[in-house]
């Protein structure tokens, strides 16, 4: 079989395209595959980024959580104490002092329980000294004597 010169001249630079086409191809995954550690370091770069930033979303989520719970504890202390003042500021004038605390009524309280005390106390003593006979001894003088000053004062003087 005889090829024409034409005909080897034609496959000839049909090869040398294929040739030139193929080096190309070769220098182009020569280039991707020198990019590779490069393109895999920067992965890894993001992917430490990224896990760095999952951290700092879940802390921050966190402490937004537990600053809402702090508020929500703040608004309920606020109320619990507003309602032991029985604050009323919808009252007209209201001054900031408009309240009535339940400390002042418990101490109101606590002051009547001691006049009573202090009114049963003064007449036990009376009583005492009514149906005592006169002290002989010092001692006994001594004791008429405190139990008569103390009758004596009033009773808002101690």
């Known amino acids: 079989m005889t090829i024409d010169t034409k005909t080897l001249r034609d ?40 896990a760095d930033l999952r951290r700092q979303a879940a802390h921050e989520t966190e402490v937004a959580q537990a600053a809402a719970e702090e508020v929500e504890r703040l608004k309920a202390e606020n109320a619990r104490l507003r309602t032991r003042l029985e604050v009323n500021d919808k009252a007209p004038a209201y001054d900031g002092i408009a309240c009535r605390d339940e400390t002042i009524k418990g101490q109101d309280r606590h002051i009547d329980d001691l006049r009573a005390e202090n009114a049963a106390l003064r007449n036990a003593l009376e009583l005492f000294l009514a149906h ?25 003087d101690r």
């Open 11 to 50: 496959l000839l630079a049909a090869l040398e395209d294929d040739s030139r086409e193929g080096a190309a191809q070769f220098e182009a995954a020569a280039q991707i595959i020198a990019a590779v550690p490069t393109l895999l370091e920067q992965i890894d770069t993001l992917a430490a980024a990224n």
């Open 132 to 156: 005592s006979p006169e002290p002989e001894c010092a001692i006994w003088r001594h004791v008429h004597a405190v139990a008569n000053a103390a009758l004596q004062e009033t009773p808002h």
